[in-house]
């Protein structure tokens, strides 16, 4: 296996956690009706900036994701799934960091989560 190294990298990463993710019923809801045409280019250009210090990223990713009707524990499916998702395609420096950088990202979504909807 090689390691994340472009952009093409990073979305056949995101395609391939979103097929997946969308398998899992108990989180399929939380994606219903998202324009994943729209959407995808966002979440790899944010991958592309963490992983590859691509410039320009400025969205307030948490913001983007209030609207959802997310429950705390999907959160721990959304990171099983991508963590999965990383081992299975990629090994190397870059595959640890979205994997670092996911667990992070998912105690903070989480965190405040709990914190606004409670």
Do not use: C
């Amino acid at each position: 296996m090689t390691d994340i190294q472009s952009k093409a990298d990073i979305n056949a990463l995101i395609d391939a956690f979103y097929k997946e993710l969308l398998k899992i019923d108990e989180i399929k809801p939380v994606f219903e009706g998202l324009d994943f045409e729209k959407h995808v280019p966002q979440i790899v250009h944010f991958w592309s900036f963490v992983l590859l210090d691509e410039s320009g990223y400025t969205t307030n990713v948490f913001d983007k994701h209030t609207h959802l009707p997310i429950k705390p524990h999907h959160f721990d499916i959304w990171l099983k799934t991508f963590l999965e998702t990383v081992d299975n395609l990629f090994a190397g420096e870059k595959a640890d960091l979205a994997k670092q950088r996911a667990a992070v990202l998912t105690y903070t979504f989480k965190t405040k989560w709990e914190k606004i909807k409670s």
